[in-house]
């Protein structure tokens, strides 16, 4: 590991812990030529599968796209990061056990429609607006009111 500090290629782990989500390993290092700690995180890296749009073209799965959709989604909405995180790990976890070298864009889509709808109803309709596309107010209500009953039960 090169030090960030003097650019040494050799280092010491001094600790060694799993982050809360256990999918990531925090590890502190002290460098051996000027001493100086600094903190690296390592994760498992995965073959994530192309995505093909709605258009038919595909593109590389990029975490940081369901980050921001999410994110906006839940914009001034009581919905921790943490929670967010999660989400986003889930579905990478599916994705990853599928074993698909492919994956629609709309599984995702509807996989992160399913995960909003457990945190919190405000975040899913913004986020089902924009996804569905809705044409006109009645797709809208039609879309609440499905809520509505679905919560009744």
Known sequence: MKCPFCSFLEDKVI???????????????????????????????INPPLIIKRDGRREAYKREKIELG?????????????????????????????????????????????LLKELDDVAYIRFASVYRQFKDINEFIQELQGMVRSSRK
């Open 15 to 45: 600790d060694s812990r799993l982050s809360k989500d256990q999918t990531t390993i925090r590890r502190r290092r002290e460098c051996l030529s000027c001493g100086k700690r600094f903190t690296t995180f390592e994760k498992i890296e």
């Open 70 to 114: 999410l994110q906006k989604a839940c914009e001034k909405r009581p919905v921790a990061i943490d929670d967010i995180e999660k989400a986003i790990n889930t579905i990478e976890q599916e994705l990853q056990e599928s074993g698909e070298k492919e994956v629609d864009s709309s599984v995702i889509g509807e996989k992160i429609m399913q």
